[in-house]
């Protein structure tokens, strides 16, 4: 299958960026390469970007995309947690600007062994780096009752959670959980029929959560923050697309540190702590799909973009 995915707040996010032409710049989800060909337009024969994925079908289709832009654009299959070391590796040691777009792409929603849709049957797979031994069906066969209450409740903020996990036990008590399809239809009998017909499609929230616990997405976003502050050169800017209120939340949390770290108490005269901010918040509010893009791409409608600008 074609690796397809519409980049979502595009003109948004490249704009944020305010885009340098002799620049060197990272995209840390890579995808099929749409946030990195809008920057690559922009730069000159100075300039660069560097690609980071973990999904190989990711790797291959912005290869071919960005293909006309020869030595501008270097191409990493790893996570973007490992930014600062790859950069590294690469000799560089400060960018002007990075961009992570969070959310799955319609390639991994749309092609069914990937295992992300409860819309088609297909394996418990769930991993954006299929080098990964562990799967969605390990966590749904073999953690815990408590522990998949735990990720549901949390990740998935459900309030039907225990009786998810619940059921889960029970049916793989009888046999495995072998598929998506099995796992939606346990899913339904957890939720009472009125609450299904209230909230959407009654698996979204499980599937998310189980994605989000097996692929590691909050605590990797939470750990790597600092650091991409930290790779930028003054007047830098990240670019952070969240899809839920979890990634949101971190998010604007890291960045409010990093513009007023100071810890001392507020009736202190003057800091005594000796916390520096590293730059300014840009968007005291996030950015939101504008009517247009909502209206051409469903998948935009959660979407949020904040910037943080180094100093």
Excluded: W
């Excluded at 973990?54 to 291959?60: L, S």
């Excluded at 949101?248 to 003057?270: G, Q």
């Amino acid at each position: 299958m074609e690796f397809k995915h519409r980049s979502v707040l595009l003109e948004e996010t490249i704009d944020g960026l305010r885009i340098r032409p002799d620049g060197t710049y990272v995209d840390g989800t890579l995808g099929g390469g749409g946030h990195a060909y809008e920057i690559c337009r922009r730069l000159s024969d100075k300039g660069s970007i560097v690609g980071i994925d973990q999904d190989e079908a990711a790797i291959e289709a912005a290869g071919i995309r960005l293909k006309d832009f020869g030595e501008k654009v270097t191409i990493v299959r790893r996570n973007y947690c490992d930014m600062k070391s790859v950069l590294h590796d690469l000799g560089i040691d400060r960018v002007d600007g990075i961009v992570l777009d969070l959310g799955v792409s319609s390639y991994q929603l749309d092609t069914a062994e990937r295992g992300f849709s409860y819309r088609e049957d297909a394996p418990l797979d769930m991993r954006m780096d299929r080098r990964q031994q562990m799967t969605a069906r390990d966590i749904v066969n073999d953690y815990s009752e408590r522990d998949l209450y735990r990720v549901i409740r949390d990740y998935g903020e459900d309030k039907f959670a225990k009786n998810i996990a619940k059921h889960i036990a029970a049916a793989r008590a009888k046999r495995p959980i072998e598929t998506t399809g099995e796992l939606t239809e346990i899913i339904r009998e957890s939720i009472p029929m009125k609450f299904q017909k209230m909230s959407g499609h009654p698996a979204k929230r499980t599937f998310q959560a189980i994605r989000i616990e097996l692929n590691r997405e909050l605590e990797v976003l939470k750990n790597s923050l600092d650091d991409m502050i930290d790779l930028l050169n003054p007047g830098g800017r990240l670019c952070i697309i969240t899809f839920h209120s979890l990634e949101d939340r971190i998010v604007k949390s890291a960045f409010r540190k990093n513009e007023d770290p100071c810890t001392c108490p507020k009736d202190f005269p003057v800091c005594v702590c000796g916390k520096v901010s590293k730059g300014s918040i840009i968007t005291r509010k996030p950015i939101l799909p504008g009517e247009d893009e909502l209206r051409e791409n469903s998948r935009s409608k959660s979407a949020k973009l904040r910037i943080f600008e180094r100093k």
